[in-house]
T-cell receptor, first 113, second 111 residues
């Protein structure tokens, strides 16, 4: 089992460019999440999906959109990147209803110039 | 609004010593999680605490939860260098899947 995978691992964008971060999990989890991690801030929830076909805002959703493509895949889109979106992005999945932990992917480092 | 505070934020300790990291949160919650993160790496789950009085132990780490005091502790026994990492606690928003993380405690264990 690969667990949670993310692509790309690293990306440099110019201000105003768009991109999509991809996430997939092979643990048959219903719940998936996107977080950003900034120095000294811990992790902050951007969006999450409790099940296929549903999404909900987290703590810092502005400037992002998400798509739960199917049970395995949950993508995060930046429509018009800004320097404030420079961060490390983590995807996670869990079977929250069973009281499970969240399993995290390896992360995507994004630099917006 | 749920706030999660960890203390201390930085901890430097000697091998063989004991210490405790504290995680306080501001509103009622049913679940508390502890994670470890090595530099440049992802988060690794350590413990999930689901009820008042829950205690879990793995090796030199022991976590406990007091929901009445809104406090969790991560106790380190006889620290070794391999425990050097950043430790995060996270709390759910009262039945929601929305986790709020503390800012992390950076632990350095010196020989």
């Amino acid at each position: 089992n690969a667990g949670v995978t993310q692509t790309p691992k690293f990306q440099v964008l110019k201000t105003g460019q768009s991109m999509t971060l991809q996430c997939a999990q092979d643990m048959n989890h219903n719940s998936m999440y996107w977080y950003r991690q900034d120095p000294g801030m811990g992790l902050r929830l951007i969006y999450y999906s409790a099940s296929e076909g549903t999404t909900d805002k987290g703590e810092v959703p502005n400037g992002y959109n998400v798509s739960r493509l199917n049970k395995r895949e949950f993508s995060l889109r930046l429509e018009s990147a800004a320097p404030s979106q420079t961060s490390v992005y983590f995807c996670a999945s869990s079977e929250w209803a069973q009281g499970e932990t969240q399993y995290f992917g390896p992360g995507t480092r994004l630099l917006v110039l | 609004e749920l706030k999660v505070e960890q203390n201390p934020l930085f901890l430097s300790m000697q091998e063989g010593k004991n210490y405790t990291i504290y995680c306080n949160y501001s509103t009622t919650s049913d679940r508390l999680y502890w994670y470890r993160q090595d530099p440049g790496k992802s988060l690794e789950s350590l413990f999930v605490l689901l009820s008042n009085g829950a205690v879990k132990q793995e090796g030199r780490l022991m976590a406990s939860l007091d929901t009445k005091a809104r406090l969790s502790t991560l106790h380190i026994t006889a620290a070794v260098h391999d425990l050097s990492a950043t430790y995060f606690c996270a709390v759910d928003r009262g039945g929601s899947e929305k986790l709020v993380f503390g800012k992390g405690t950076k632990l350095t264990v010196n020989p």
